[in-house]
């Protein structure tokens, strides 16, 4: 089992759809989480920092659940420009575990 | 500040010629690591340094593959000989609370 696991997709969305990804991680040590994400044939980049008590940073809401060792992404409203692939991560020390990644296109 | 660089941003080479990637780390950035992205096993981390020292390079495929840094703006990334199963992205990342990566180095191995 890998590590991080997340749906691959693609998550195929209208615009202004409300769209939601969940990432398990198997590694109960894992201290911090992070959303990053990729555009095509473009690096990661950080889309937002994960918190026990939930945050939240305009149309994005990441969310912790650590008895289930899972976090999870909301995109409300979603606009043409989301379309990318989100990344997962999870730290352990000094070590960024990445997940391989949920496609979205969000479509006119 | 410039960023993560790297270079070449493209590399096209023949089985069995040796590749060099280069990174140029973001000044002041203590921690340096190197990545592969393939569609098959996604980003995968081959190694990493903490003030220019390899802490763990148990990523790194084999022999073939080795990295250096030599000092604080530098580090290599060097696979000899390459094979076509090399082919991928690679990404240097800086580190300072998140990670910072450079545009990646496309290698094709034909």
């Known amino acids: 089992r890998k590590e991080v696991e997340q749906d691959p997709g693609p998550f195929n969305v209208p615009e202004g759809a409300t769209v939601a990804f969940n990432c398990t991680y198997s590694n109960s040590a894992s201290q911090s989480f992070f959303w990053y994400r990729q555009d095509c044939r473009k690096e990661p980049k950080l889309l937002m920092s994960?918190?026990?008590s939930g945050n939240e940073d305009g149309r994005f809401t990441a969310q912790l659940n650590r008895a289930s060792q899972y976090i999870s992404l909301l995109i409300r409203d979603s606009k043409l420009s989301d379309s990318a692939t989100y990344l997962c991560?999870?730290?352990?020390?000094?070590?960024?575990?990445f997940g391989p990644g949920t496609r979205l296109s969000v479509l006119p | 500040d410039a960023g993560v660089i790297q270079s070449p941003r493209h590399e096209v080479t023949e089985m069995g010629q040796e590749v060099t990637l280069r990174c140029k780390p973001i000044?002041?950035?203590?921690?340096l690591f190197w990545y592969r992205q393939t569609m098959m096993r996604g980003l995968e981390l081959l190694i990493y340094?903490?003030?220019?020292?390899?802490?763990?390079d148990s990523g790194m495929p084999e022999d073939r593959f080795s990295a250096k840094m030599p000092n604080a703006s530098f580090s290599t990334l060097k696979i000899q000989p390459s094979e076509p199963r090399d082919s991928a992205v690679y990404f240097c990342?800086?580190?300072?609370?998140?990670?910072?990566f450079g545009p990646g180095t496309r290698l094709t191995v034909l």
């Open positions: 990342a800086t580190q300072r609370g998140e990670q910072f």
């Open positions: 340094f903490n003030n220019n020292v390899p802490i763990d």
């Open positions: 994960v918190y026990s």
């Open positions: 000044s002041g950035h203590n921690s």
């Open positions: 991560v999870v730290i352990r020390g000094q070590n960024f575990v």
